[in-house]
């Protein structure tokens, strides 16, 4: 196939988008796709970096498995923070300003969304931007966090040609000698505001998901494989409202077949072209 068949095909998928979503509130779900144009990359997608997630099992049975993760996730964490919103979540906070987003739904933890203006968001996995106490309850910002970090471990720098992971991690060479973070309130064990594998999200915060969904007209998918069954659940509750489905994501997804329109391209180039076009159709 051509590039200027190609070119004429995703325009036309777009135009048809386009005319689905006419003079409807649509929510949005977003997955690791939205923000690969901001270099985070993406756990499934063409050159996703081969890892395996710490489980919260994991995590919480050892201590020397929270000292790995906890300079991994230092040390990426500095590359992860240092990240802007792109051209795709500035769209998606501009179609809510617009009156045409209800809201956004999204499976990332980088916390882009908020950073770009979107005042709607159901952070579905969490946020790497808040740490909080196992023990008493008490809650960090993670730039704090970080700054004890450092002054813990002054000989902690970040390698060159770090392979960053999704959830704003890396897998460090070692962890010998490196000293963890514990609550300065009272000494307990720490953890990052994330839904680790192996965890369940909230009730209540998957609630909220599914009420953005309920009150919408529309739903479209932004950059997820639909993958993890959360983001499938919130498809099925928009097709048993019969929602209309528009995917916009490169490669398949597990409901493709389900989907009034499927758009395999650019998440930011798609929810830009929406932003030009679907406030005027309100």
């Known amino acids: 196939m051509t590039d ?10 777009v135009d048809r988008a ?3 979503l006419a003079g409807r509130r649509v929510a949005v779900l977003t997955g690791a796709g939205v923000s690969t144009d901001s270099g985070i990359p993406d756990y499934r997608g063409k ?31 500095k590359v992860f ?13 501009a179609l809510e300003a617009a009156g045409v987003a209800n809201g956004v739904v999204t499976q990332n933890v980088d916390g882009l969304h908020v950073r770009a203006g979107s005042g709607r968001v159901v ?13 008493c309850g008490q809650v960090f910002d993670r730039r704090d966090l970080a700054e ?16 960053l992971g999704p959830d704003g991690d890396v897998t460090p060479a070692s962890a010998d000698g490196f000293v963890v973070p514990v ?9 990052p505001d994330v839904v680790f594998f192996g965890e369940y999200i909230p009730v209540e915060r998957f609630r909220e998901a599914e009420q ?3 009150t919408s007209n529309a739903l479209v998918v932004a950059g997820s494989s639909l993958v993890v069954n959360s983001g499938i659940r919130l498809v099925e509750r928009a097709r048993r409202k019969r929602l209309p489905v528009v995917i916009v994501n490169r490669g398949e997804t597990r409901a493709d077949q389900r989907a009034s329109v499927k758009i395999d391209g650019s998440t930011t180039e798609v929810l830009q072209a929406f932003a030009e076009r679907l406030p005027g159709l309100l």
Request: with cysteine; glycine share 10%.
């Open 47 to 77: 050159g996703a970096p081969t890892r395996t997630p710490m489980t919260a099992q994991q995590f919480l049975a050892s201590a020397e498995a929270r000292r790995r993760y906890w300079v991994g996730s230092h040390l990426g964490w």
């Open 148 to 163: 004890r970090v450092e002054a813990d471990n002054p000989w902690i720098t970040l390698p060159e040609n770090v392979e």
């Open 81 to 93: 923070a240092a990240a802007e919103p792109n051209g795709g979540h500035r769209a998606l906070a």
């Open 212 to 214: 953005l969904v309920h």
């Open 123 to 135: 952070e579905l996995h969490g946020t790497m931007r808040r740490v909080g106490c196992l023990h």
């Open 183 to 191: 609550c300065s309130v009272c000494g307990g064990t720490l953890k």
């Open 18 to 20: 386009v005319e689905v």
């Open 4 to 13: 200027t068949v190609q070119d004429a095909g995703f325009s036309a998928s």
